[in-house]
Each structure stands twice: as structure tokens, then as C-alpha cells.
């Protein structure tokens, strides 16, 4: 009987490596995403695709791999190929750079847990490189390094322009990019896995509001980065406020006219720069507005930057972070479905009627189970969100029919 047992053992544990095996079989071997005009491209067809947003893949990896996995199968199964997730945590705890050029390595192989296994799932990776938040260190984190190492530093947004803050921005872009994955061995640059690198999430600066230092500092890093990658993807971060460089849109678009220090438009059109992104959370920038008023200024906001994209800068645009707040006063299932719904149905239409230039989106944003710590109002636990994944899935379906067809209308 024990012997019988052993067997048994073995054959199952055979039989699960063969599983597993075969599961990174199926999910094929990606090929780099690029750039042709103003569509993603592989191996030439267009690439279409729905995502979701992750940021906290590489963290929770640290210690707990298997809810990683169980999330990226997940999300597999409902059809997402992209997640755009953090490489970086700076100071604090666990970090990946606990202080300048000083890494966990540990954390790090969470990291190379994350590209690997999202490889497995055939999904691909938007790595993000530093925060504009203090949230996992950011700006204020390099900053403060600067100012500990005796830099005359005034306010956060000399990140953009002090030459040791910078140093310590492109000292971490080579750090990542030339990281070579435990285990898979292949260098970061050289893996199609990952889809794209982001200069930073959501970039911001209060001391210059007309988005010139901005479009300077992604002018230096964007080209520093291409000069160590020239095989991946690049986009800045962006929300998509306008700046001095279109005044009118300041006032016709930007939620109550702000400005946040950045310039969609000279930003986009640095040559580096692959593709444009836009987030937008009209519960949160439109507060005390009626929903009907939210969804006006989603659309607009969406078709503006759709015309920019398309007209101005030649270049594809990708929805990088929405969501629906379950903390919004009234707030039910059935208002998130609608309002993924509704998204879904703007991004498919726009991508239908222009061949392919308006690539997809991301929500904001996927959790794994018992991540009730993590949780921010905006998490979506697929599959116990029953009607919300179905919503995912069928847009999912139609971008992946979509780019089938287009690609048998070119070939």
C-alpha cells in the first residue's frame, strides 16, 4: 500500500509538471510588441488587446507566489494579455531599492517570478519604473536620498532637474533593464514578455505648471532609456492633461481646467515616446457632479485625446487606468458593469472604425483573494465578481475577433 502511495505520488507530481509544461506550451512564445505609424504591431498584425492594472504583483510575489499565479490564471481565463504592474519600490518596506543603487534581491527575484510567470500565461508586462507618489517611494523618496547625501534640495519636483536625483533615475533604468531573470536567464531588455517600459506613473510637477521641466526630464530619460533598449516599447505615464502648448484644451478639457505640470502633446511628441496613454477617474476629479456630467466629460475626455493621438502625434493611445470607486456615493454592481461597459464600447468602436490605432485599455484594477489590505474601492477579484467578469471577458473576445480581422483584411 505505501509503495502503491509512492506511485501514485510520483505519477501525479509527473502529471502536474506535464500540466504545467504544457500550459507555457500553450501559451506560445510571445514575440516583442512594436510600432507601425500609429498601431501596435507583432510580427506585423495589429495588436489589439484588453488589460488590467496589477501594481502590486512584484510586492505580494515576495511572499506569496501562488496568489500571483492564481491571479495572472485568472485573468488569463478572462481573456487579459496585458497588465501593467510597478518595478520599483523605493525605501520603506520590503523594497526593492532600499537605498541609491542598493537592491533586494530577494525582491527582485519577485520580480523575476512576475515576468516569468506572466510569460506562462501568455500575458505581457507594462513595467512601470518610479512612482510620482510616496506610495512605494517615488519622487519624494529619490529626493530625499538627494537631500541626505547634502543636495540643496527646495521641493519634490527637483527630481526633474537635479543632476544627482537624475543619476539616481537612470541608475535604477539600467538596473531593471539589464537585470537578467533568474529564471528564465533572459536580460529584461531582451524579453518580449514584457511589452513596454512607463518613465513614471502619473508624473506631476506644481512648481511649473506650462509642462516644460516635465517634457525635459522625459526628453533626457526617454532617449537614455532607448539608448540601453531599442527593442521594447516606451510611454511616459501620462494622465493627459494639456499644457501651455494648447491653451484652449486646458479650459475645454482638463478637469476644471487644471494644470498639473504636464503637456500631453509636446511630452507625446518626443521622438522616443511609442505610444500615448490617458487615465481618468471622473469620481474623483469631478466630485459633487451628477453621473450623466461624469460620463459627458469621460467621453469627451477620451475622444479629445483620441483626436490628438490619431491627428496630432501620429501615434497609438492606450486607456491605461479607469475604474469605478465602490466608495462613490450610490454606487452598485450594476453602475461599475455599466460603466466598464461603456469604456469597453468606446475603445472597441474607436479601434474598429481607425484599423487598429486605438490599442486598448487597462482597469483599475485586479486583486487576488484575501487582499482585503490592498484594497482601494476600485478592486475587481475576477470570478468573484461574477457579473463584472463577464462584462471583461466579452470585450476581451470582440479586441481579440477584432485584430483577427483586421489582420485578415492586411494579409
Avoid at 509527473?14 to 505609424?37: E, K, M, T, Y
Avoid at 474623483?284 to 467621453?299: D, M, P, V, Y
Avoid at 464600447?345 to 486598448?360: C, D, E, L, Q, R
Wanted: some cysteine.
Amino acid at each position: 500500500m505505501a509503495s502503491s502511495v509512492v506511485g501514485l505520488h510520483h505519477f501525479l507530481g509527473a502529471l502536474a509538471l506535464l500540466l504545467l509544461a504544457h500550459q507555457a506550451a500553450a501559451a506560445g512564445p510571445l514575440a516583442f510588441v512594436g510600432r507601425s505609424g500609429s498601431k501596435l504591431v507583432v510580427n506585423g498584425s495589429p495588436f489589439l488587446f484588453n488589460g488590467f492594472n496589477a501594481y502590486w504583483l512584484m510586492n505580494v510575489a515576495s511572499y506569496d507566489r501562488a496568489k500571483v499565479s492564481k491571479t495572472l490564471s485568472d485573468a488569463r481565463a478572462a481573456g487579459l494579455t496585458v497588465c501593467r504592474t510597478w518595478a520599483f519600490n523605493d525605501g520603506g518596506n520590503s523594497p526593492l531599492q532600499s537605498s541609491p543603487g542598493v537592491y533586494n534581491e530577494n525582491v527582485f527575484q519577485a520580480l523575476d517570478f512576475v515576468v516569468s510567470e506572466a510569460k506562462n500565461n501568455g500575458i505581457r508586462l507594462i513595467l512601470s519604473l518610479i512612482n510620482n507618489y510616496k506610495d512605494y517611494g517615488g519622487r519624494p523618496q529619490y529626493v530625499q536620498w538627494a537631500r541626505n547625501a547634502g543636495e540643496s534640495i527646495q521641493t519634490d519636483d527637483d527630481f526633474y532637474t537635479n543632476a544627482k536625483v537624475k543619476q539616481y533615475y537612470k541608475n535604477h533604468v539600467q538596473k531593471v533593464l539589464t537585470r537578467i531573470n533568474t529564471i528564465t536567464k533572459i536580460a529584461y531588455k531582451d524579453d518580449p514578455t514584457i511589452m513596454s517600459w512607463e518613465l513614471m506613473n502619473e508624473p506631476r510637477c506644481e512648481v511649473d505648471h506650462s509642462g516644460k521641466t516635465v517634457t525635459a526630464w522625459v526628453k533626457e530619460m526617454a532617449a537614455y532609456t532607448k539608448s540601453i533598449d531599442g527593442k521594447h516599447l516606451l510611454e511616459v505615464g501620462f494622465e493627459g492633461f494639456y499644457g501651455d502648448s494648447t491653451p484652449d484644451k486646458i479650459k475645454l478639457y482638463n478637469p476644471n481646467a487644471y494644470q498639473l505640470g504636464t503637456d500631453y502633446i509636446t511630452s507625446n511628441q518626443v521622438n522616443e515616446i511609442d505610444y500615448t496613454t490617458i487615465h481618468a477617474y471622473p469620481d474623483i476629479w469631478l466630485q459633487g457632479q451628477s453621473e450623466e456630467a461624469r460620463k459627458t466629460f469621460l467621453q469627451k475626455w477620451i475622444s479629445s485625446h483620441w483626436d490628438d493621438s490619431v491627428k496630432v502625434l501620429g501615434k497609438p493611445l492606450v486607456f491605461a487606468e479607469f475604474g469605478k470607486s465602490k466608495t462613490t456615493p450610490g454606487y452598485s454592481q450594476k453602475i461599475r458593469d455599466d460603466f466598464f461597459s461603456d469604456v469597453y464600447g468606446v475603445i472597441y468602436n474607436n479601434a474598429k472604425t481607425s484599423g487598429g490605432f486605438f490599442s486598448g485599455g487597462l482597469l483599475w484594477q485586479v486583486m487576488g483573494d484575501g487582499m482585503e489590505s490592498y484594497y482601494d474601492g476600485y478592486e475587481v477579484v475576477l470570478f468573484q465578481d461574477p457579473t463584472t467578469t463577464t462584462v471583461i471577458k466579452k470585450q476581451s473576445d470582440a479586441m481579440a475577433a477584432l485584430a483577427n480581422r483586421l489582420d485578415g483584411a492586411l494579409h
